[in-house]
């Protein structure tokens, strides 16, 4: 692909997103559907209640438009890609219902675990289809080595598309981070599919790229409105699904690393607790620690968007 043909997918979902998530947010505003902040959080979100949620609507639909209108332009709409395009719809609509019960609701508990867990499941099937007619291997690829596990594999990529939509809703507690992260690891994945000659996966990572771009215009803090759980569940399973896709599974550890401490302080901070009676951190996940300490959210963000860039850099440069 040229400059020009790379740049286009970007833009594409980039004003997409620009144009409509104003009017999104007005029509919140007008309806006063707006953000319950939970009880447990740091007190001074409280001033946050009422900010327009599930901005994931417009910038999942700019990701999808682009995903499709682009490839069929460009003769590359592969099964690939409508799988990816698939698995952000279905995440995404699995967060719409969950955010959509917490604002009927009043409240901010929506979907029970269960009822989430097996509409991530069911989309991990579905996946698993397409991967598998698609004569993919069955085998697990760590920077360079590969490992045949079988249909062994077949329980890791459920694993991996379910605890990575729930990594990435984790991480988004504070405003601007996951938006900003996600920049960084599609990104990352972009350049490995470039490399690759994987175009109908370059073009979904920078489709969303632009998309990410733009909304990040409007949720850095303060924030404009919120992805809610259509936007954070739907981007962690597409970048489960991508890495999965581009053969380079378990370098989302490392390009997704700030998913997995924040994913990882949650499971310390629970065992811990239940073990000994006592926390590691002063609240998790691990964001919201660092908020208790004194941190601003800028400061947070900056310093795990460095980290995470920082391992993707060095993640990429070893892959390719």
């Not at 920078?206 to 733009?214: D, K, R």
């Amino acid at each position: 692909m040229s400059t020009i043909q790379i740049l286009i997918p970007l833009i594409s979902s980039l004003i997409v997103t620009v144009l409509f998530l104003p009017l999104f947010i007005d029509y919140a505003h007008k309806k006063k559907q707006g953000q319950m902040i939970r009880e447990e959080g740091p007190s001074w979100h409280e001033k946050k209640s009422g900010t327009p949620t599930m901005g994931g609507f417009v910038f999942n639909l700019a990701i999808l438009f682009t995903g499709l209108w682009y490839p069929l332009w460009q003769k590359e709409l592969t099964a690939t890609l409508l799988v990816l395009d698939f698995i952000l719809v279905l995440y995404g609509f699995l967060g719409f219902f969950d955010d959509s019960i917490k604002l009927w609701k009043k409240q901010n508990e929506g979907l029970k675990a269960w009822q989430k867990l097996l509409g991530q499941i069911i989309g991990g099937v579905i996946f698993l289809i397409v991967y598998v007619h698609n004569k993919m291997p069955m085998a697990l690829h760590f920077f360079g080595y590969e490992l045949n596990i079988g249909w062994l594999y077949a329980a890791f990529v459920l694993f991996w598309l379910v605890g990575f939509s729930n990594a990435v809703n984790l991480t988004d507690g504070i405003d601007g981070l996951v938006a900003g992260q996600s920049i960084i690891a599609f990104g990352a994945y972009a350049v490995i599919a470039y490399v690759q000659k994987q175009i109908d996966v370059l073009i979904f990572c920078l489709a969303v790229i632009g998309a990410m771009i733009a909304f990040l215009g409007f949720n850095h803090k303060p924030a404009k409105v919120f992805m809610g759980d259509m936007g954070s569940l739907a981007l962690g399973g597409a970048l489960a699904a991508v890495s999965i896709m581009l053969g380079h599974e378990l370098s989302l550890l490392f390009i997704g690393i700030i998913f997995v401490c924040e994913t990882a302080s949650v499971m310390l901070q629970v065992t811990s607790f239940k073990l000994t009676g006592k926390r590691i951190f002063k609240m998790s996940p691990i964001h919201h620690h660092f908020e208790l300490c004194g941190w601003s959210e800028w400061r947070i963000d900056l310093t795990f968007w460095l980290v995470g860039l920082i391992f993707a850099i060095v993640s990429v440069y070893i892959i390719i």
